[in-house]
Nanobody, 128 residues
Framework: VELVESGGDLVQPGGSLILSCSAS????????MTWVRQAPGKTLEWLST????????YTEQTTKGRFIISRDNAKSVVDLRLKSLEADVTAMYYC??????????????????????WGQGTQVTVSS
């Protein structure tokens, strides 16, 4: 399993980014994919999860409308679009496969960055 995140950058408040996670080494189209972030000094925060078919999405309530997850099974890529960025978005962003358990209230994650089924992350910094 290999997951490689990209797209992180230094952006000004109000800006936008598209983070991408390229997957290999497993059957991507069978896997639930998740984005998680970790801000400096804080614990991991689940952001969004998408099912294998791309038609079921769970998104953390406070980011709804600003963070949009999508996937392209033909390219084995899952994206996270970030818009209307504010300073509190500054964090390392990770993708992981089959790492979440979801219900109507949202999702919890298993594992951690650096473990199997997790990528190494991409840094997003929002600053003027």
């Amino acid at each position: 399993v290999e997951l490689v995140e990209s797209g992180g950058d230094l952006v000004q408040p109000g800006g936008s980014l598209i983070l991408s996670c390229s997957a290999s080494g497993f059957t991507f189209s069978n896997s639930w994919m998740t984005w998680v972030r970790q801000a400096p000094g804080k614990t991991l925060e689940w952001l969004s999860t998408i099912n294998p078919g791309g038609n079921i999405v769970y998104t953390e309530q406070t980011t709804k409308g600003r963070f949009i997850i999508s996937r392209d099974n033909a390219k084995s890529v899952v994206d996270l679009r970030l818009k209307s960025l504010e300073a509190d978005v500054t964090a390392m962003y990770y993708c992981c496969k089959d790492c979440s358990v979801c219900d109507d209230g949202g999702c919890g994650t298993t594992g951690e960055p650096g473990s199997t089924n997790w990528g190494q992350g991409t840094q997003v910094t929002v600053s003027s």
